[in-house]
T-cell receptor, first 116, second 111 residues
Framework: GAVVSQHPSRVICKSGTSVKIECRSL??????MFWYRQFPKKSLMLMAT?????????EQGVEKDKFLINHASLTLSTLTVTSAHPEDSSFYIC????????????FGPGTRLTVT | RKEVEQDPGPFNVPEGATVAFNCTYS??????FFWYRQDCRKEPKLLMS???SGNEDGRFTAQLNRASQYISLLIRDSKLSDSATYLC????????????FGKGTHLIIQP
């Protein structure tokens, strides 16, 4: 199947700093990428839909000024957690769609963010 | 009511047994349905899509009942490597939209 990478895989930062997470589709072009967040023992929650060349669409309750998303090319989307706080500590996972079929949605390995 | 509900388990099952999970979804207009598998601290991986006619992939069988709004997954001849969390996933709005995940059912296969 298609490969999606994320970087970094793990990050620890201090409260108040910003953290950028990259999501790349390595062997296909992804016009749409998705960002999810998963708290311990909870389900994955969709945060936003990232469309190449346009503004991201955020889910209800997700602050767009806090979670900045940029999808500058067909293979790269970035999520920046601005002014991070301990409650932002979570597992952030991106996914990318290959083609028009919803079945072809591949997940990155995730980024574990810890804010101290 | 949660959009996608699953019994979190854990289900402790002896190796070789058959195990079944159910999942219910609240939005009758939901478009697509999937089972994903997630291992501890890893990303989810697509196990299989679920179709109204039912579908089978080796030891795994998935069924969709639109009238009752539930999805099932059956695992036959369970292996130790089947131990994981199984996520029921629904595309509620259809099209190029993100997925809605259940909390997952934790399965432990015991030797």
């Amino acid at each position: 199947g298609a490969v999606v990478s994320q970087h970094p895989s793990r990050v620890i930062c201090k409260s108040g700093t910003s953290v950028k997470i990259e999501c790349r589709s390595l062997d296909f072009q992804a016009t749409t990428m998705f960002w999810y967040r998963q708290f311990p023992k909870k389900s994955l929650m969709l945060m936003a839909t990232s469309n190449e060349g346009s503004k991201a669409t955020y889910e209800q309750g997700v602050e767009k000024d806090k979670f900045l998303i940029n999808h500058a090319s067909l293979t790269l989307s970035t999520l920046t957690v601005t002014s991070a706080h301990p409650e932002d500590s979570s597992f952030y996972i991106c996914s990318a769609r290959e083609g028009a079929s919803v079945d072809e949605q591949y997940f990155g390995p995730g980024t574990r963010l810890t804010v101290t | 009511r949660k959009e996608v509900e699953q019994d979190p388990g854990p289900f402790n099952v002896p190796e070789g047994a058959t195990v079944a999970f159910n999942c219910t979804y609240s939005n009758s207009a939901s478009q697509s349905f999937f089972w994903y598998r997630q291992d501890c601290r890893k990303e989810p991986k697509l196990l299989m899509s679920v179709y109204s006619s039912g579908n089978e992939d080796g030891r795994f069988t998935a069924q969709l009942n639109r009238a009752s709004q539930y999805i099932s997954l059956l695992i036959r001849d369970s292996k130790l490597s089947d131990s994981a969390t199984y996520l029921c996933v629904v595309n509620i709005r259809g099209g190029a939209d993100g997925l809605t995940f259940g909390k997952g059912t934790h399965l432990i296969i015991q030797p």
